[in-house]
């Protein structure tokens, strides 16, 4: 079974709300290909959306492992350090907690989460939002 995390976190605001500063993005991608070579990753992507930075990665670990949500913990951790340093907007503003505590419910990153069995060809598309209500894609969908 493969498990796909895509799992979320404001940890600065580049120009206010609308963007994440092009350093965050690098970081993250680091992270991504750290964990990737390490083998804690099958593979990852960094996205962007608003002001929220996103790891979309596949694993083989299931939903709530805590080796994936300490590492995205970690990787937030960092980001929210850059972003102290440049003087960003709302540095670490969605990260709640002080200390991780075996996985990210209730501690401010938001997370989806879903376990599948992997066939040849398995295209998956995520749907990104930022400032908006899962109902938000209620017309586009239908």
Not at 56 to 67: D, F, K, N, S, V
Not at 69 to 97: I, P, R, V
Request: hydrophobic share 40%; net charge negative.
């Amino acid at each position: 079974m493969i498990t796909l995390s895509i799992i979320k976190a404001d940890t600065g605001g580049f120009v206010g709300h609308t963007a994440v500063h092009p350093r965050l993005m690098a970081e993250a991608r680091r992270e991504i290909e750290r964990a990737k070579s390490s083998g804690l990753l099958i593979d990852g992507h960094v996205e962007s959306c608003g002001d929220d930075i996103s790891l979309i990665m596949t694993h083989t670990y299931g939903q709530e492992a805590g080796l994936i949500h300490s590492f995205a913990w970690d990787t937030f951790q960092a980001t929210t350090h850059l972003a102290k340093e440049l003087g960003l907007y709302g540095a670490g503003q969605d990260l709640l907690s002080d200390a991780f505590s075996g996985n990210l419910r209730g501690m401010g990153p938001g997370y989806a989460e879903l376990e599948f069995e992997e066939r040849p060809s398995e295209p998956v598309l995520c749907f990104l939002a930022d400032k908006t209500e899962p109902g938000a894609w209620n017309l586009p969908l239908y």
